[in-house]
Structures are given as structure tokens and as C-alpha cells.
């Protein structure tokens, strides 16, 4: 049973730098495409990040980029999202996901693991 445990949010100012992390046991974490997602109130859960098995490859939102990082660790069994010129529209639940598909997905239904969530707020 994969477990993914994510860590690192909190309330921070706009324009401030978080850095998210996620644990994963139970799995082979380095075989597996790593991504995060997240969620704002009253919204769907959408895309941010993902990072191929041996981080080379990566893909991001588009409100996201030149922001935002993902990277992984996979002797540690972590992915990172290193946050940056953080701005209220980024306040949402932050999800780790894990797929054993071996491209880099964009899409919900495509990863198997999920994190329960770590909650971000950017404040104005």
C-alpha cells in the first residue's frame, strides 16, 4: 500500500516562497511519475506540476511556471514543489499524486496514489 504524506504548507504574504514536500512509503517512489495538484474552494482539483521518474522531464500549469519548481529525491522517496512569488489566487489544498505510468500525466484519473492534502493560504 503506497502512502504519500505531504508537508510544508502554512499562511505566508503575497509574493512570499513556500517549499511543499511529500514522503511516500509502501511503493517503489522511484519508478513512479510524481505530480502535484491542488484545489481552491468551490473549485475542481486542477494540474500544477509533474516530474518523470528520473526528473527528466517536468511540466507545469501555465499560471504556474517560471513560479514554481518540482523536483524529487528518489533515495529520500520525496518530491518537492518549491513555491515562489506566491500570490492569493495560489490559496488552495496542495495533493501529492504518484502514478506507475511511465509518462508525465496531466491528469487526475491517470495517477493511482494521492497525499491528503497540505493547505496553502497566500494572504494580500
Known amino acids: 500500500q503506497v502512502q504519500l504524506v505531504e508537508s510544508g504548507g502554512g499562511l505566508v504574504q503575497a509574493g512570499g516562497s513556500l517549499r511543499l514536500s511529500c514522503a511516500a512509503s509502501?511503493?517503489?517512489?522511484?519508478?513512479?511519475?510524481m505530480a502535484w495538484f491542488r484545489q481552491a474552494p468551490g473549485k475542481e482539483r486542477e494540474f500544477v506540476a509533474a516530474?518523470?521518474?528520473?526528473?527528466?522531464?517536468?511540466y507545469y500549469a501555465d499560471d504556474v511556471k517560471g513560479r514554481f519548481t518540482i523536483s524529487r529525491d528518489n533515495a529520500k522517496n520525496t518530491v518537492y514543489l518549491q513555491m515562489s512569488s506566491l500570490k492569493p489566487l495560489d490559496t488552495a489544498v496542495y495533493y501529492c499524486?504518484?502514478?506507475?505510468?511511465?509518462?508525465?500525466?496531466?491528469?487526475?484519473?491517470?495517477?493511482?496514489?494521492w497525499g491528503q492534502g497540505t493547505q496553502v493560504t497566500v494572504s494580500s
Open positions: 499524486a504518484g502514478t506507475v505510468l511511465f509518462k508525465v500525466a496531466k491528469g487526475i484519473d491517470e495517477y493511482d496514489y
Open positions: 509502501g511503493g517503489t517512489f522511484s519508478t513512479y511519475t
Open positions: 516530474i518523470s521518474w528520473n526528473s527528466g522531464r517536468s
